[in-house]
């Protein structure tokens, strides 16, 4: 479960950055190696002169122009997998991409402000007192052919430093902590459950569950075939195969004020559940929930 913004008992799980080798990235990499070791680890005084230390960044291109972000942080061995990672216009030429370190306990968020071969990495909330580390492109692989850049220290130019850095593992985010997206019942005596949830640090729509609870204690669980939600607020309509390939549909309408629909399995009226059946669903279900101000 989550509590106090930290995740408790749920394991690390590792992946190979070697599995994105065919795609588009870069590496960034801390500008100034002691003044990383002095603000971002622990060195003793008397050898903060000679001490070094640095981030790594990796940012891949994924398809639609979506970025995903992964840091390697002082003194370890593995890159965290970012939330988020979206970049857009900050001023000019330079782009911003704001995102989340789920496993930190402090400075969960980042922001990343790149310009050409200059990258800014900011930890910590905008509100608070941030940290700062600048960063510089080491190398890059585009389309399958590694190139490098002009650097002062030519030994950071060269394609082996990311196939280095591929070699890697990096942390996964967590796909069992939870976020229930629908919670719906029929109107009978003994009504019929619809819960729809889905991995609260990584919204795809491939990833939500579809599950149906009848008699209070059996779990069917559905194949999503499709999940299409419409720009007008949130209308969403969901179709499902049960478990004799029958297609089904669970309707929910946008969440306006001029809201006039109700939910929908198929023809079938749905109602809300009471904030009890919900609890006691949770449990039944043994979900994972993330708290609401924790994404």
Request: proline share 3%; charged share 30%; hydrophobic share 35%.
């Amino acid at each position: 479960m989550v509590n106090n913004g930290k995740l408790m008992n749920i394991e690390k799980q590792f992946g190979e950055l070697s599995q994105f080798k065919k795609r588009d990235v870069e590496l960034f990499r801390s500008s100034d190696l002691n003044e990383t070791a002095i603000y971002f680890t622990e060195v003793e005084y008397e050898n903060r002169k000679d001490a070094k230390a640095f981030f790594e960044l990796l940012r891949f291109e994924l398809n639609g122009g979506e970025q995903q972000i992964y840091i390697r942080f002082p003194n370890t061995n593995y890159f965290v997998e970012m939330v988020g990672g979206g970049f857009g216009s900050a001023h000019g030429d330079m782009m911003q991409s704001l995102g989340k370190n789920v496993w930190d306990d402090q400075d969960k968020s980042f922001s990343i402000y790149s310009h050409g071969q200059n990258l800014i990495l900011i930890l910590g909330a905008m509100d608070g007192i941030p940290k700062f580390n600048f960063m510089t492109k080491v190398s890059e692989y585009d389309k399958g052919n590694p190139y490098n850049h002009p650097h002062p220290n030519e030994a950071f130019v060269n394609f082996g430093e990311i196939e280095k850095a591929l070699a890697m593992q990096y942390v996964k985010i967590p796909q069992s902590i939870r976020k229930i997206a629908y919670l719906y019942k029929t109107k009978d005596i003994s009504p019929k459950f619809f819960v729809v949830d889905f991995p609260a640090y990584s919204f795809k729509y491939r990833t939500h569950r579809f599950r149906v609870i009848e008699n209070n204690e059996e779990v069917k669980e559905y194949v999503v075939k499709n999940f299409a939600r419409y720009r007008d607020g949130g209308t969403t309509i969901i179709t499902v195969l049960d478990e004799s390939g029958n297609e089904h549909k669970f309707f929910s309408p946008t969440s306006l004020p001029t809201k006039t629909l109700v939910e929908k399995w198929d023809d079938i009226e749905l109602i809300e559940v009471t904030s009890d059946e919900k609890q006691k669903i949770v449990e039944f279900l043994k979900l994972e929930l993330v708290l609401e101000d924790e994404v």
